[in-house]
């Protein structure tokens, strides 16, 4: 164990916009439930899923130092549906500890291949470039907060490594 100065990247928060897709860095201390997007100046939680495609996705997933999860849903899908307002209800609850998002799996099927969806609804929970998690099956509301807690456990699991245990990013193997 070594216990390094706090990584400086980690003094705030990136934050993409549910709008714009600007990427606005919030002070650690700053509620970011009130805070608005330095560009388009519209607020940067909204308690709401946001529509995200492939031209949005890099913004949220790759610049983003927030944990997402995405709802792979279709129209013609019914659980999809009976599921939409669970997940909706259950944004405003995580807010402003993960970025709900919602992929239309008709409209983007170039993003349902890179995940290689093959059955919805599909839930995938991604921090930092990696699927924390992922379930496939429409869940009940009970069901999908115990999942999500569960995920966002995890993320926090790694971000305490990050800033405590060592100065070097996760991925650099360790010295023995
Ligand atoms: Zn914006």
Redesign the pocket.
């Known amino acids: 164990m070594t216990h390094p100065m706090p990584h400086p990247d980690r003094a705030g928060r990136a934050i993409a916009?549910p709008?714009?897709d600007?990427v606005t860095t919030l002070a650690a201390a700053e509620d970011a439930k009130a805070a608005r997007?330095a560009?388009?100046g519209?607020p940067l939680f909204t308690g709401r899923p946001m529509a995200l495609t492939a031209a949005r996705f890099n913004a949220h997933t790759g610049q983003s130092d927030l944990p997402l999860v995405i709802d792979f849903w279709a129209d013609w899908c019914g659980p999809c549906k009976s599921m939409a307002p669970v997940f909706e209800a259950l944004a405003a609850e995580f807010e402003p500890h993960v970025r709900f998002a919602k992929v239309d799996t008709d409209a983007e099927r170039e993003l349902a291949e890179y995940f290689r969806i093959s059955t919805i609804p599909t839930l995938s929970f991604i921090h930092e470039h990696r699927e924390v998690a992922r379930v496939a099956g429409a869940m009940f509301a009970g069901d999908l907060r115990r999942w999500l807690y569960d995920a966002l456990s995890q993320t926090e699991g790694t971000a305490r490594d990050t800033e405590e245990d060592t100065a070097s990013p996760a991925h650099e193997p360790e010295t023995p």
């Open positions: 916009c709008a714009c600007a997007c560009a388009c519209g």
